[in-house]
T-cell receptor, first 117, second 114 residues
Framework: NAGVTQTPKFQVLKTGQSMTLQCAQD?????MSWYRQDPGMGLRLIHY???????DQGEVPNGYNVSRSTTEDFPLRLLSAAPSQTSVYFC????????????????FGEGSRLTVL | AQSVTQLGSHVSVSEGALVLLRCNYS??????LFWYVQYPNQGLQLLLK??????LVKGINGFEAEFKKSETSFHLTKPSAHMSDAAEYFC????????????FGSGTRLSIRP
């Protein structure tokens, strides 16, 4: 099992450019999420999804778009990159059962380091 | 909304000493609580979780945490530190009504002195 795969691992953008961070999981997890990690601030939730076609905002959604057309993929789009979006981005997935509403263990990708100049 | 506060951004202990990493939570409803560990240049992995069963939770690598409702705490401990425990540790919280929003603390970096 590959688990959670993020691409690219490193990216440098200029202000105003757009890009998509890819995230794919092969564990058939319903729940997927995106976090950004900044020094001294821990991980902050950007967007999450509890199934194909269902997405919602987290703590810091501004400047980011997501979609969930398949169970496996959950791309994060930056439409017009800003220096404040320089960060390490983590995708995570988990088992999700609507009846119990619980998430199990979050499985993380290895991260994507984004620099916006 | 739920939140967690981790006291101490950096903790340093000697090899063989007790490890204590502090986490306090805020939640108006019963919480689910988690500890994750991050080794350099890697993603996070689960150490242990509390989901309203036993209040003393044992995790991997000899770590454990105790849920104390009266103190709104979920501190992480390990009796004897090992050099391989050097990493960053994150406390996280969610709730039954907001199970899809898992909120992380700011993290505590653990250093181990030889």
């Amino acid at each position: 099992n590959a688990g959670v795969t993020q691409t690219p691992k490193f990216q440098v953008l200029k202000t105003g450019q757009s890009m998509t961070l890819q995230c794919a999981q092969d564990m058939n997890h319903e729940y997927m999420s995106w976090y950004r990690q900044d020094p001294g601030m821990g991980l902050r939730l950007i967007h999450y999804s509890v199934g194909a076609g269902i997405t919602d905002q987290g703590e810091v959604p501004n400047g980011y778009n997501v979609s969930r057309s398949t169970t496996e993929d959950f791309p994060l789009r930056l439409l017009s990159a800003a220096p404040s979006q320089t960060s390490v981005y983590f995708c995570a997935s988990s088992y999700w059962q609507a009846g119990t509403r619980g998430t199990g263990e979050l499985f993380f990708g290895e991260g994507s380091r984004l620099t916006v100049l | 909304a739920q939140s967690v506060t981790q006291l101490g951004s950096h903790v340093s202990v000697s090899e063989g000493a007790l490890v204590l990493l502090r986490c306090n939570y805020s939640s108006s409803v019963p919480p689910y609580l988690f500890w994750y560990v991050q080794y350099p240049n890697q993603g996070l992995q689960l150490l242990l979780k509390y989901t309203s069963a036993a209040t003393l939770v044992k995790g991997i690598n000899g770590f454990e945490a105790e849920f104390k409702k009266s103190e709104t705490s979920f501190h992480l401990t390990k009796p004897s530190a090992h050099m391989s425990d050097a990493a960053e540790y994150f406390c996280a919280v969610s709730t039954y009504s907001s199970a899809s929003k898992i909120i992380f603390g700011s993290g505590t970096r653990l250093s181990i002195r030889p």
